[in-house]
C-alpha cells in the first residue's frame, strides 16, 4: 500500500511563502507522476501542479502558474511545493497524489493540509 503524507501548511499572510512536502512511503517504487490538488470550501477540487518522476517535467494549473514550483527528492521520496506571493484565493487544502504507472490515474491520496491565507 502506498502511503502519503503532506505537511508544511498553515496560516500565512498574503504575498508570503509556503513549501508544502508530501513524503511518500509504503511501497518501494517511483511514482510515474506526483501531483498537487487543492479544494477550497464550497468548491470543487482544483488541479495545481504535477511532476513526472523521470524526466522532471512539469506542469502547473493556471491560478498558480508563475508562483509555484513543484520538485521531487526521488532519494527521499518526497514532492515539494514551494507557493509565492500566496492570496486570500490560495486557501484551501491541499492534497498530493499519486499516478503509479502510466495509464494509471492518481489512484493515491493524502489526507491533506490545510494552507490559510489571510488578507
Known amino acids: 500500500q502506498v502511503r502519503l503524507e503532506e505537511s508544511g501548511g498553515g496560516l500565512v499572510r498574503a504575498g508570503g511563502s509556503l513549501r508544502l512536502s508530501c513524503a511518500i512511503s509504503?511501497?518501494?517504487?517511483?511514482?510515474?507522476?506526483v501531483g498537487w490538488f487543492r479544494q477550497a470550501p464550497g468548491k470543487e477540487r482544483e488541479f495545481v501542479a504535477d511532476?513526472?518522476?523521470?524526466?522532471?517535467?512539469?506542469s502547473y494549473g493556471a491560478s498558480v502558474k508563475g508562483r509555484a514550483t513543484i520538485s521531487r527528492d526521488n532519494a527521499k521520496n518526497t514532492v515539494y511545493l514551494q507557493m509565492n506571493v500566496l492570496k486570500p484565493t490560495d486557501t484551501a487544502v491541499y492534497y498530493c497524489a499519486v499516478n503509479p504507472a502510466p495509464g494509471e490515474d492518481y489512484d493515491y491520496w493524502g489526507q491533506g493540509t490545510q494552507v490559510t491565507v489571510s488578507s
Open positions: 509504503g511501497r518501494t517504487f517511483t511514482p510515474y507522476r
Open positions: 511532476i513526472f518522476s523521470s524526466s522532471g517535467a512539469t
